[in-house]
């Protein structure tokens, strides 16, 4: 099973982007898809997260602005990211976990920048 992010980029504040998340292969189960972001010299953050049964948190800098999605037919998380800043700047990683395994993707670069 292989996670593959999309859709990030480049991004003036205040802007906005789509972040996508599909898995490949067979994968059942799925209890739990998440979205981490990582910085230089930091660790990676936990971001937001959907049950499923479509609960959804998020970390306290992203309530508001980010709404966290799932299509489980698809297998898909995505991340819709409004208002944009620049401490949103990094290496986004999805995460999902089943019963079976726990899965990570390789990550999307989000660069918020003027």
């Known amino acids: 099973v292989q996670l593959q992010a999309s859709g990030g980029g480049f991004v003036q504040p205040g802007g906005s982007l789509r972040l996508s998340c599909a898995a490949s292969?067979?994968?059942?189960?799925?209890?739990?898809m998440a979205w981490y972001r990582q910085t230089p010299g930091k660790q990676r953050e936990w971001v937001a997260s959907?049950?499923?049964?479509?609960?959804?948190t998020y970390a306290d800098s992203e309530k508001g602005r980010f709404a966290i999605s799932r299509d489980n037919a698809k297998n898909t998380v995505y991340l819709q990211m409004t208002s944009l800043k620049p401490e949103d700047t990094g290496v986004y990683y999805c995460?999902?976990?089943?019963?079976?395994?726990?899965?990570w993707g390789k990550g999307t670069l989000v660069t918020v920048s003027s």
């Open positions: 995460h999902f976990g089943s019963d079976y395994g726990v899965y």
């Open positions: 292969g067979s994968i059942t189960r799925i209890n739990i």
């Open positions: 959907i049950t499923s049964g479509d609960i959804t």
